[in-house]
DNA sequence: GCGACAG
DNA sequence: ATCTTGTCGC
């Protein structure tokens, strides 16, 4: 099965297709999904010590033909996906880096009319396409897949990071900053840094036993007193747990709030908008 | 009827 | 997501 949407046309958007259209294909997709671990390496492989400083821009790709870089060349490769938008003319400037070993190896981007309006629970129907559409423009091939929402935290256990990770057969995990659906084990106000809990199938995820372990809420920053930082839900997409969701996002931060990857991909997504604005 | 609802 | 300055605290 070739890794590319044209494999999967019907998960593409329609306009003409109706909400219940939708809904049936993002079962049939979520019946396609695994969520269980088939990575190939662990959390630690893909651990990130040292956040980049995003106050002077972001940093370059590293030159690979210049092989002065200390990083590992075996080390798997982390894509980290987001999206900007251009509401005037309603389009999506995706942008997505690919980082090995803690580098950055590659920076690329796509911008894509938007054909769906944003409703929750269908949002893979307006952002899948122009995700997608980023992702082809890399030459790196990704090891994982960090995505910008739900995975399994939805519905119908068929988010974003679902989404895509299916239609390209990648591991792949959801990042979200607020919660969908489905009920954390404990309260997540004020929490340790490190902290995490389980979030649990509620009678809204129509196609999961209430109770299952669909993602966690995971504290990935916090100031010692004061001000409160919200914590992230995690959630797997495709090819992983929701127990090594969890490790992946928290070896992938790096004293931030968001991961790496995502943090990366948000400023790249903004530059190039920025870029684009300049101009026509 | 009312509330809830990723980005 | 986006519209946006200052401001409180480490």
């Known amino acids: ?37 088939e990575l190939g390496f662990a959390p630690d492989d893909v651990a990130i010590d040292e956040a980049a400083d995003l106050s002077e821009g972001l940093p370059p790709a590293a030159d690979e033909t210049a092989a002065a870089s200390s990083a ?11 999206q900007a938008f251009r509401s005037e003319r309603d389009e999506a400037v995706s942008a997505a880096v690919a980082i090995r070993d ?27 396409e122009p995700m997608l559409a980023a992702l082809a423009n890399l030459s790196v091939t990704p090891d994982l897949l960090v995505c910008d929402g739900s995975g399994r935290i939805h519905y119908r256990q068929a988010g974003l990071a679902t989404h895509v990770g299916v239609i390209r057969d990648l591991p792949s995990v959801g990042v979200a900053k607020s919660l969908l659906c489905g009920e954390p084990d404990e309260p997540v106000e004020k929490r340790p ?15 999961a036993e209430p109770g299952t372990v669909i993602g966690h809420a995971y504290q990935s920053r916090q100031y010692p007193n004061s001000r409160r930082v919200n914590p992230l839900y995690v959630s797997p997409g495709h090819r992983v747990s929701a127990g090594t969701t969890v490790d992946l996002v928290a070896a992938l931060c790096a004293g931030y709030k ?8 948000d400023a790249h997504a903004d530059r190039v908008k920025r870029r684009l604005g300049e101009n026509d």
């Open 1 to 37: 099965m070739p890794p590319n949407s044209l494999a999967h046309p019907e998960f593409l958007p329609d306009p003409d297709r109706s909400r219940e259209e939708m809904e049936s294909l993002q079962r049939e997709l979520a019946a396609e999904a695994t969520f269980a671990d």
């Open 72 to 82: 590992d060349p075996d080390a798997p490769v982390v894509v980290g996906i987001d």
């Open 102 to 128: 803690g580098t950055v190896v590659e920076y690329a981007h796509a911008v894509t009319p938007l054909s769906i309006p944003y409703v929750p629970g269908l949002l893979a129907f307006r952002e899948g």
């Open 193 to 207: 840094e490190g902290w995490r809990t389980p979030i649990r199938a509620a009678d809204s995820v129509t196609t």
């Open 258 to 265: 968001l991961p790496e990857p995502t943090r990366l991909a």
